[in-house]
């Protein structure tokens, strides 16, 4: 039960707050009717850790942020829009937690040209999507997690 509520907020807890109820689920085991309140909790902590580590896994935080040197290939059309481009690639030299991995660039005030299957080599800083806490609006964040873009 404690993991579908972890699955529907639209953010995932800070992981130091599962620390202010640990005490209490450890004092709940003892107790007898306690129970179903410490199983609801040993299931959040289990959902709110396992988001982490799938968050982690598909997007390194070292990585965030830093200027990295990268080989891909351009598996999509690029869009074009004035003088920004845009196109996903499969990373295939690089960092060793990011290779073979997807990846989607964006360029602005880019010149040249790219198309679908060409190598290119580029140095990028990789962000962290950002998704909406506005539930009727599209959810970037979790569509780029779906699609396990990084």
């Given at each position: 039960?404690?993991?579908?509520?972890?699955?529907?907020?639209?953010?995932?807890?800070?992981?130091?707050?599962?620390?202010?109820?640990?005490?209490?689920?450890?004092?709940?085991?003892?107790?007898r009717?306690?129970?179903?309140?410490?199983?609801?909790?040993?299931?959040?902590?289990?959902?709110?850790?396992?988001?982490?580590?799938?968050?982690?896994?598909?997007?390194?935080?070292?990585?965030?942020?830093?200027?990295?040197?990268?080989?891909?290939?351009?598996?999509?059309?690029?869009?074009?829009?004035?003088?920004?481009?845009?196109f996903?690639?499969?990373?295939?030299d690089?960092?060793?937690?990011?290779?073979?991995?997807?990846?989607?660039?964006?360029?602005?005030?880019?010149?040249?040209?790219?198309?679908?299957?060409?190598?290119?080599?580029?140095?990028?800083?990789?962000?962290?999507?950002?998704?909406?806490?506005?539930?009727?609006?599209?959810?970037?964040?979790?569509?780029?997690?779906?699609?396990?873009?990084?």
């Amino acid at each position: 039960m404690g993991v579908i509520c972890v699955a529907q907020l639209p953010v995932l807890v800070a992981p130091h707050w599962l620390f202010i109820g640990l005490p209490s689920a450890i004092f709940g085991l003892s107790r007898r009717f306690s129970g179903p309140v410490c199983g609801l909790f040993m299931g959040i902590t289990f959902g709110v850790l396992t988001g982490y580590e799938r968050i982690n896994e598909l997007f390194p935080s070292h990585l965030k942020g830093n200027d990295l040197e990268i080989s891909v290939r351009i598996n999509s059309l690029v869009q074009k829009e004035g003088g920004n481009i845009r196109f996903s690639a499969n990373v295939i030299d690089g960092p060793i937690e990011i290779r073979r991995k997807r990846v989607l660039l964006s360029c602005y005030r880019c010149e040249g040209s790219y198309a679908p299957g060409e190598m290119w080599r580029f140095v990028v800083r990789l962000n962290r999507p950002v998704g909406t806490l506005n539930p009727p609006l599209f959810d970037y964040a979790g569509w780029v997690m779906m699609q396990q873009i990084i």
